[in-house]
C-alpha cells in the first residue's frame, strides 16, 4: 500500500542533464510518473530527449539554475501552472569540488555551498506553498555518504553535504504536519560524470608547488580504484529515490550501496578512536607514503 498509487502524480527533478539527476528522470518517467527533468544548461535539452526516447519515456524538460533564485521561482511556478500540482521535488542537483581546504578559494567554496545548499533550499521553498496547499507532498534530497563521513580532499564538499542532512532532518519536522514528508538518499561513491567531466577539481589542487599536492595525487588514485570498483550504479540510487517517493510510511533516510551501509554503522556503532583506526587508518597512511594500493580509503 503506498501514499499514493505507484507512479502516479509530478516529480521536479534538478540536475537532469547527466547522471543521477538523468537517470533518476528517466527511471522515475519508465514507472509512471509524470517527470520534469530541469536542467541548468538549456542546450542539453537535446542529449536529455534523445535519451529519453532511447527508453521509451516522454520527460518534459525545463530550464533550472540552482544558483540563480530568479530561475528557481520560475521554473516552479511554470512547472505548477502547466502540470496543475507538484507531488514531489527531487533535489539532486549540484556540483563537485575535490582539493585540500587550503588550495580552496574563496570562490570554489561559495559555488559549491551556492549550489549544493542554498539551491537546495531555495527550490524546497519555492515547491512547499503548492504541496502544502495540496495537503501532501515528498522532498526527496541527495545527500552522500560523505554528509556522514567525511574524508581526504573533499573537506569542501562533504561540508556542503553535511549542511544538507541538517536541512532535511530539520525540515521534516517542520513539514510533518502538513502531510509533507522530506527524505534523504545517502549513495556510497558510484561512477558518474562526477567523475569524469564534473569532476570538480580545482587548479590549485593540481598545482604541484601545493604542500598537498602529493598527497592529494595519492588520495585521488585510491578514490578512482573505489569507484571503478564500486557494485553500486545509478539505477540503485534511482530506485531508492522511487521507494522513497511509493513507500506508503517513507523513513528519513534509504542508504544506497552496501559500502555506504556498513560505513555508517561502523561510525554509529564502534568507539569513535576504534572507528578512526579502522576506517581512516588504511587510507591516511597510503596517501601519507604517496603510494595508493587497491582495497584502500572509504566506499
Known sequence: MTASAPGSGTVIVTGSSTGLGLETSLYLAERGFDVYATLRHPDMTADVEKAAAERGVTLHTWPLDLTDPESINAAVAGIAG???????LVNNGGIGLRACLE??????????????????????KAVLPHMRAAGRGRIVTLSSVGGRIS????????????????????L????????????????????TTRWTTNRGTTGRALDPESPYFRLFQASEAVADRVVNRSKTKAPDVAAAIYQALTDEKPRLRYVVGRPAAAAIKMRRFLP??????????????KIAQGVPAAGDGPA
Open 82 to 88: 502547466e502540470a496543475g500540482s507538484i507531488f514531489a
Open 103 to 124: 588550495d580552496t578559494t574563496d570562490a570554489d567554496m561559495r559555488a559549491v555551498f551556492e549550489a549544493n545548499v542554498f539551491g537546495t533550499i531555495a527550490a524546497t
Open 151 to 170: 574524508s581526504f580532499g573533499v573537506s569542501v564538499y562533504c561540508a556542503s553535504k553535511f549542511a544538507v542532512e541538517g536541512l532535511a532532518e530539520g
Open 172 to 191: 521534516a519536522l517542520e513539514v510533518a504536519p502538513f502531510g509533507i514528508q522530506s527524505i534523504l538518499i545517502e549513495p556510497g561513491m558510484i561512477k
Open 272 to 285: 569513535e578512536r576504534t572507528f578512526e583506526r579502522v576506517y581512516f587508518g588504511p587510507l591516511v597512511k
